[in-house]
């Protein structure tokens, strides 16, 4: 992976190229369209996968028409949890990308890394350009601190309230004013939590709270609170942030008035207000209504966030910009100009996905949508109370980091409020001032690490160069024929790329900058690990995830290919059907088993409550999440099954025989011969099996992302997260060699203690 980053980087770009006939008369050069190719604008969209594409391609197919010569390519980003990340696998490629998207919690990211181009040239020498057609609260959101803006809105969202009228109504009461109170939340709540099935637990409830920090903000900012003090330092930790994190952490513990179901992770999954069974589901935007206007069963309405101190409320946003690996600036500009037009944010705003940017389609009815019983303009009312977070902080990096914090708070009542607010505040401001720290370390130098990439090959040749001469024999140079291929992959793709990561664990590098920006730290990288609460979480959970899974598997695997050696009809199917999911792709496992898991409406639960039972909360209860990822890994053990069944078949029948006549039962037959005679094949789904537990990503990143708290953030995940989420691929390629050193030590400790239990053919004993 990093060696694809590294030779990615070296790549050299692609040349630049200006519109002439564009209408904007921003600085350019270069030969005019008729000497050209055919220009292709790459644009990379999150609409893909949504009713809203449709007037992407709307929008494009007119940018065509206008621009003859010009195709845009649009590249999707959508997908699972990790499309806010592929325009960082891009830029770290060096990718040709002329638009892209990026979320308003990572702009000042972007803005460190300079890996944005400042359109502000573009938008001074726009005669067709009127910053008063847009929100100027909004835009503020995309300047820098200069007053520089960097691109247009997709949409933005002001969190609110969701209210479900019907039930209000139900219990006769009146919905409330939009001047309501966090008292008259609370009131409200009270009356209408029930337990309607008589079990003991409330299964209706007042609130569904939203735990993000992002939705949190809200609370915090009208309770007086802050994020940032004035010297810049993460304020989380400050008497009023830790009132509003208290009262929140009522709600659901002590009123137990408040449902916690509305995490990050859950917000495609049919929530409780969905069902009826919650009177107000929030702080939240607009894009639930994209699911929701699929009630029927209820009548359901808008209402600004309860006021505290003060009224406030948070803004979600993406918005379209141009990095700096666009091959045409001045078309890119035009391009992300047509995607904040009318015909965009009309067509956005119809179909839920947010309140446009521009005033003429948010005050139109493609928003404020007269057919529909929703009060529309809500979203307007409350943006003289709304808020960006502040661009000097990259709030995506903070967020992850309380996300773990703020849950063991609020999802699982383990911290109380001011530790949790006070662990985060720690913790995010460690990482600013290691971010800090970082840029005033000398740069290692791009030459180290070429070095490091070629001397692996130059020993490799040296050490050949000398030891051929002597091996004259014909048959070693034809050998050395054939392993060539093999050798020259390990050396280049392997090899070097390993040296050059032991190289970048000394160091700390954004993989979206040029190697010269590397900076050299030395051993501070392993000393910030020995004391990483994250890395110990995350060791704890790998090692009991292995220490549970790797002989349940093999276990099962073992009894599966004992149960299908026999003869039978149906033989060959039935191993077909237990190999399959070996095979299955990871994410699609994850997803499936997201759902088959889910502590309300999953297939084991279900099962469960037929039975008369009651099932765990699987991936939210801190006790049955790593079991649950365990449970889901029996259902890949086809391949070892298969292992298993070969090494079955090549038993000598004759042993087998030869103790059943001398009264060896089946259990004394099955461990005294059958075992011993396995016990390679066994070392062997051993060592595969523990490497497999140790490399596990792709199911946890799907269906928990690593939580509730750090339960489920196994190391492989937070290696993932630090690397491109957090762009230190230095300090992930500590994490690498750790992980290594752990892997090759287990690995070696069971080689050498397997001379006691594994018996080969032929070998004395």
């Not at 500009?333 to 947010?354: D, H, K, S, T």
């Not at 020993?459 to 291929?485: K, Q, V, Y």
């Not at 230190?728 to 060699?737: H, I, N, Q, V």
């Amino acid at each position: 992976m990093i060696a694809g980053l590294v030779l990615a980087a070296l790549a050299a770009p692609a040349a630049e190229y200006t519109w002439s006939a564009a209408k904007v008369g921003a600085p350019s050069g270069g030969a005019s369209p008729a000497a050209q190719e055919p220009v292709v604008l790459r644009v990379m969209t999150h609409e893909r996968w949504f009713a809203g594409f449709a007037y992407m391609e709307q929008v494009t197919e007119q940018f065509e028409r206008e621009h003859p010569g010009v195709k845009v390519e649009l590249i999707s980003s959508s997908g699972g949890s990790g499309s806010r990340d592929k325009i960082k696998f891009a830029l770290a490629g060096d990718l040709p990308i002329d638009v892209t998207w990026i979320d308003v919690t990572e702009f000042s990211s972007f803005l460190e890394e300079e890996v944005l181009v400042d359109l502000q040239q573009y938008f001074d020498a726009d005669a067709e350009w009127h910053e008063e057609e847009y929100f100027a609260s909004i835009l503020a959101g995309m300047k820098d601190t200069r007053g520089h803006l960097y691109g247009l809105p997709s949409t933005f969202n002001p969190y609110v309230m969701y209210v479900n009228r019907s039930l209000l109504a139900e219990h006769g009461i009146a919905v409330p004013a939009d001047d309501w109170t966090w008292d008259d939340l609370l009131r409200i709540a009270r009356q209408v939590t029930r337990d309607l099935d008589g079990d003991g637990r409330s299964d209706q409830f007042g609130v569904s709270l939203t735990q993000w920090l992002q939705a949190i903000t809200p609370w915090i900012w009208q309770n007086g609170g802050r994020l940032l003090d004035e010297n810049g330092r993460v304020a989380l930790d400050e008497p009023a942030t830790i009132e509003a994190v208290a009262f929140l952490q009522s709600l659901l513990h002590e009123e137990k008035v408040a449902s916690d179901d509305a995490t990050f992770a859950n917000q495609l999954s049919v929530s409780l207000f969905q069902a009826g069974r919650v009177a107000f589901y929030g702080p939240v935007g607009f894009w639930e209504s994209y699911r929701f206007r699929e009630i029927q069963d209820f009548e359901w309405d808008y209402l600004p966030l309860p006021r505290g101190k003060q009224a406030a409320t948070a803004v979600a946003m993406r918005f379209y910009c141009v990095p700096r690996t666009a091959r045409h600036p001045q078309l890119a500009y035009e391009f992300v100009r047509a995607l904040a037009g009318p015909v965009m944010q009309r067509g956005l705003a119809q179909i839920g996905n947010g309140v446009p940017g521009l005033i003429s389609a948010a005050r139109s009815d493609a928003f404020l949508d007269p057919d529909t019983p929703q009060r529309e303009e809500v979203f307007l009312q409350v943006l003289d109370g709304a808020r960006f977070m502040p661009i000097r902080v990259n709030w995506a990096e903070i967020q992850d980091q309380s996300a773990a914090l703020l849950e063991q708070a609020l999802l699982l009542n383990t911290l109380s409020a001011e530790e949790a607010c006070r662990r985060a505040a720690a913790a995010a401001n460690e990482s600013l001032q290691r971010r800090a720290q970082i840029r005033t370390r000398a740069p290692l130098g791009k030459g180290w690490f070429l070095a490091a990439q070629a001397l692996v090959p130059l020993l490799f040749a040296a050490w050949l160069l000398l030891r051929l001469p002597r091996r004259s024999r014909r048959g070693e140079r034809h050998a050395w024929m054939f392993l060539a291929p093999w050798a020259i992959g390990f050396v280049f793709l392997l090899a070097g790329p390993a040296l050059v990561s032991a190289l970048l664990s000394l160091s700390e590098w954004s993989p979206v900058q040029d190697l010269d920006q590397a900076r050299w730290m030395g051993l501070d990288q392993y000393r910030r690990l020995a004391a990483d609460p994250t890395f110990h979480a995350s060791l704890r959970v790998t090692l009991y995830y292995a220490l549970l899974a790797v002989p349940l598997q093999l276990a099962v695997a073992l009894g599966l290919a004992m149960l299908l050696q026999r003869p039978a009809r149906t033989q060959g199917f039935a191993r077909t059907v237990f190999y399959l999911p070996a095979i299955l792709s990871p994410v699609i496992l994850g997803a499936m088993w997201r759902w088959i898991l889910d502590g309300d409406l999953g297939a084991i639960n279900s099962g469960l409550a037929w039975l008369g039972l009651r099932g765990p909360d699987w991936l939210k209860d801190p006790s049955w999440v790593v079991p649950s990822f365990v449970l889901m890994s029996l259902w890949t053990v086809g391949a070892q099954m298969l292992v298993f069944l070969a090494g079955l078949q090549g038993l000598d029948p004759r042993q087998i025989e030869a103790a059943r006549m001398d009264g060896a039962g089946r259990w004394r037959r099955f461990v005294h011969v059958i075992l011993p005679a396995l016990s390679p094949i066994l070392l062997f789904n051993l060592i595969v099996g523990l490497i497999n537990a140790f490399q596990i990503f792709a199911q946890p990143f799907v269906m928990t992302q690593g939580g509730p708290g750090n339960e489920s953030r196994f190391l492989v995940l937070y290696l993932y997260d630090q690397a491109f989420r957090y762009l230190r691929m230095g300090y992930a390629s500590t994490l690498a060699w750790v992980l290594l050193a752990m892997v090759a030590l287990l690995t070696l400790v069971i080689l050498r203690t397997s001379r006691r239990w594994v018996h080969y053919a032929g070998r004395p004993r």
